[in-house]
């Protein structure tokens, strides 16, 4: 069964009803048994559900469940088989508007969470792509660089120096660009994956909240009710 936390109070500000209604009735018959079986196909007949039943000669129960919308007729099914004046009846009914509310308030909370969350993971691949593009732009440049450093032929001695430290160089620009681009991506998919972990559970707790919607507007939408029989 459904628990549904309760906020303090509903502000009166919030009309709606969310009318969750139970039925009890109790009859008076000389017809005990047959009158409980009656009640069952009755039940059955107006699309509910006979949960228990149980009945003697002297003493009969029935445990139902019955759509709301059918109540009014089930009740007058009743009073023609058992009579009026030997039927008690006791209707109850709660608004569940402050449990209604709770799981709205959830769910906005949840929504505005997981929108955060895409948003956050969106500025993350867009900076990695950014930051990607700019370390292979710089390697880019280091080789065409280097192609054009390597292509220069000379016989002067200082010029070789020059042009094999040039070179140097370059390759340790290249090897300090590679280790910046291993730690860029380590990170990135470590970040990564843990938004996409956040993702994942935050859309587990969207459903069970949605799923706690709909099972509040089944609850509402079904009477729970029991008839007593006495011989």
Same mark, same amino acid.
């Given at each position: ?19 969750? &209604? ?13 009158? &409980? ?5 009755? *039940? ?21 469940? !019955? ?9 007058? =099914? ?15 009914? =709660? +608004?569940? %508007? ?8 959830? #769910?906005?909370?949840?929504?505005? $969470?997981?929108? #955060? ?6 500025? %993350? /691949? ?22 054009? *450093?390597?292509?220069? /032929?000379? @016989? ?17 620009? @290249?090897? #300090? !660009?590679?280790?910046? !681009?291993?730690?860029? +991506?380590?990170?990135? +998919? ?7 972990? #956040?993702?994942? @559970?935050?859309? &587990?707790?969207?459903? +069970? ?6 099972? !509040?507007?089944? @609850?509402?939408? $079904?009477?729970?009710?029991?008839? &007593?029989?006495?011989?």
């Amino acid at each position: 069964s459904d628990t549904y936390p309760y906020p303090p109070s509903a502000p009166i500000t919030d009309t709606r009803e969310f009318l969750k &209604t139970g039925y009890h009735g109790q009859v008076r018959t000389r017809q005990v048994v047959e009158l &409980t079986e009656r009640i069952q196909t009755t *039940v059955r007949g107006f699309g509910g559900r006979v949960d228990s039943a149980s009945g003697t000669e002297r003493w009969g129960y029935v445990s139902f469940a !019955l759509p709301v919308d059918k109540l009014t007729v089930f009740r007058q =099914e009743l009073k023609a088989v058992a009579g009026a004046r030997f039927l008690t009846e006791n209707i109850s009914s =709660e +608004n569940l %508007l402050p449990q209604k509310q709770s799981i709205e308030q959830q #769910q906005s909370q949840v929504a505005k $969470t997981l929108a #955060q969350l895409r948003s956050d993971r969106a500025q %993350l /691949v867009g900076a990695h792509q950014r930051t990607v593009a700019d370390i292979r732009a710089q390697q880019n440049a280091i080789t065409q660089e280097l192609a054009v *450093v390597r292509a220069e /032929v000379t @016989n002067d001695p200082q010029r070789r120096a020059q042009i094999a430290q040039r070179e140097q160089e370059l390759l340790r620009q @290249n090897a #300090q !660009l590679e280790t910046k !681009l291993g730690n860029e +991506n380590a990170i990135y +998919n470590k970040n990564l994956t843990s938004y996409d972990t #956040q993702i994942r @559970n935050i859309q &587990t707790d969207q459903e +069970n909240l949605n799923q706690q919607d709909r099972n !509040l507007i089944d @609850n509402v939408a $079904t009477v729970n009710g029991t008839a &007593t029989l006495n011989w």
